[in-house]
């Protein structure tokens, strides 16, 4: 009987065995973000996210220790629900590129008018207020906390109960769901919880002007185009499908963690589109093992701009920001918790905190909305904790 032994690979089929190989010196930890050596600070410079090639260095000093920045890396904060309204629940832009536009929407009562949006999709967080959100496919109550999906081309009007502030992430392309791998279709939360419209027992009515037109507007190129109807244009008997709006509450989402050992952010994905992902960070326990780091790490993450909105919580990584701002920090430079942060999660089991996260491929650009609500002394609030 002959012994079954593996062929040895030919030329062609180097390129597909996976390089396995590391170095190192000096003083670092067998395992990243577990026993960091004392005296040391721990950075991941890492490619791809959270998924490429990935070195940890352990440096003498913060790297967020600067006297001074100057140059368009610099660290950005904004007090976002300070933004005024576009009108028609729109959004005011802060954030952008050809992927991606981040901004924030602020009204109450009803649109007067019927939107659909032809450039992309959009995801509506719902940082304050609660109402109703007609479509095509139905109404879905919406309340603090929710994420609303509308399909690009999707006819929608909000009728808002009370004032609402919404963050409005518009991409480009199709939003979907992260493959969730080893961990199974039901883990962060089962697509059982997330909600559809429902369409109304009768007939919706709406004020028409008094020509008695209903006026949906189109967007595509960031232009709007006007079409007006005799009836209400979201007139639907009936629909069947794969596609359609929805909605899921970061409370029905449950966070992956580990007791041993600090999760990248990349775990807590809620979306995807093409060159950036939507992530949710959100109550949960903090590692318990001694010597595993329970704040966030120093990183430069080389390929992505990270962009984050608190929503609510204590936000004890980041001192000085509260519900309601966004901060941004570009690719490149470096960025990770404050020089207290250590210290004020030593004896936290769990953090009290929501923020919605926004990494992008490509570099964003602020708008002129967003100067006007910055916070001008963020990039050095590191350096104001060490100097305490």
């Not at 090639?53 to 920045?69: A, F, K, M, N, Q």
């Not at 093409?274 to 120093?298: D, H, N, T």
């Amino acid at each position: 009987m002959l012994a079954w032994a593996p062929m040895a690979p030919s030329k062609n089929d180097i390129k597909n065995i996976p390089s396995a190989f590391g170095w190192s010196q000096g003083q670092f930890s067998l395992q990243p973000h577990v026993d960091v050596p004392e005296g040391t600070y721990e950075e991941e410079h890492g490619r791809n996210g959270f998924f490429g090639r990935v070195s940890h260095l352990y440096h003498r000093h913060p790297p967020t220790g600067w006297l001074r920045i100057e140059g368009p890396l610099q660290p950005h904060a904004y007090y976002a629900s300070r933004v005024e309204g576009a009108g028609n629940a729109q959004p005011t832009v802060l954030l952008y590129n050809s992927d991606v536009n981040l901004g924030i929407a602020k009204f109450s009562g009803s649109m007067d008018v019927f939107a659909r949006n032809g450039d992309g999709d959009e995801v509506r967080f719902i940082h304050e207020g609660e109402g109703v959100l007609e479509t095509d496919y139905g109404d879905m109550s919406y309340r603090r906390g929710d994420y609303l999906v509308i399909p690009r081309g999707t006819t929608y009007r909000f009728v808002a109960k009370t004032p609402n502030v919404q963050l409005v992430i518009e991409s480009a392309t199709e939003i979907q769901l992260p493959d969730r791998g080893m961990l199974g279709r039901h883990a962060q939360f089962d697509p059982m919880v997330m909600r559809t419209p429902l369409l109304p027992a009768v007939e919706r009515k709406m004020g028409a002007n008094p020509k008695g037109e209903f006026e949906l507007q189109i967007k595509r190129e960031g232009q709007w185009t006007r079409v007006f109807y005799p009836w209400n244009p979201m007139n639907a008997a009936g629909w069947k499908g794969d596609l359609s709006p929805w909605a899921l509450n970061v409370d029905d989402i449950r966070p992956i963690v580990s007791p041993r050992y600090h999760l990248p952010p990349s775990v807590h994905t809620t979306f995807l589109g093409q060159g950036f992902v939507i992530c949710s960070f959100l109550p949960r326990p903090l590692e318990s093992e001694a010597g595993a780091m329970k704040v966030p790490f120093y990183h430069r993450n080389i390929d992505f701009d990270e962009v984050l909105f608190y929503h609510d919580g204590n936000f004890f990584s980041r001192e000085g920001i509260a519900a309601g701002a966004i901060t941004w920090h570009p690719l490149g430079i470096h960025h990770g918790p404050h020089p207290n942060a250590a210290k004020n999660a030593a004896d936290k089991t769990e953090t009290r905190e929501i923020a919605v996260m926004l990494d992008t491929r490509r570099p964003l650009r602020a708008t002129e909305a967003a100067g006007s609500v910055e916070y001008k002394e963020y990039a050095m609030s590191w350096r104001a904790d060490q100097a305490r």
